[in-house]
């Protein structure tokens, strides 16, 4: 029988190392995926997940449970990856974000029937220009796209992670999608409208 996650947190927030360590082996993967895509290198993901739960680990006391657990480390993780974004930018350093296979498999595309050369050159180029339109959105565009398409969470779990409400959480998707769309007509012509 599972443990809830409820009774995972009230324990790891009493210092129960064992209950934090099932709770990281519950979310490690997912907020290593996400920053995967949102950073589009593997190195940089990696750094930034250890740091989510080791920030975890400290303000786990102060976590009130009025959210799910994923929901509060995913907004430790999100603020993470946008604070080193801010510093590098600001530092005048060029994207540490690569188009690299990491973030193919991040999307779950490492995982898929291999294909014949020619099939599979077009698809990589297909999911780079995907990967470079994304890049150009606005942050709050792309950030809903890779909860929704990429994360699969629900619009009630994107209202409760982004604080934001409903009718807001519509309207936003819907607007990342449109400027997406818009980027990639140009590049991939009609298969833009299958992505």
Request: a neutral charge.
């Amino acid at each position: 029988m599972e443990v809830l996650e409820r009774d995972l947190v009230l324990a790891a927030k009493k210092g129960d190392r064992a209950a934090f360590k099932v709770l990281v082996e519950r979310y490690y993967g997912r907020i290593h995926r996400m920053l995967t895509v949102m950073t589009r290198n593997q190195d940089v993901a990696l750094d930034l997940t250890q740091e989510t739960f080791a920030k975890a680990i400290e303000a786990l006391p102060n976590f009130n449970m009025t959210s799910s657990f994923y929901t509060w480390i995913y907004r430790i993780a999100r603020n993470l990856a946008l604070d080193r974004f801010r510093r590098y930018k600001t530092a005048g350093g060029q994207s540490e974000y690569d188009d690299s296979r990491e973030a193919q498999v991040a999307w779950g595309l490492g995982q898929t029937v291999p294909l014949e050369p020619s099939r599979a050159v077009a698809a990589q180029q297909s999911l780079n220009i995907v990967a470079e339109a994304l890049d150009e959105l606005k942050p709050q565009f792309k950030e809903i796209i890779i909860l929704r398409e990429i994360e699969e969470m629900s619009y009630e779990e994107i209202s409760q992670t982004l604080n934001l409400k409903m009718g807001t959480v519509m309207s936003r998707l819907f607007q990342a999608r449109m400027a997406l769309r818009e980027l990639l007509e140009p590049r991939l012509g009609a298969n833009a409208a299958k992505l």
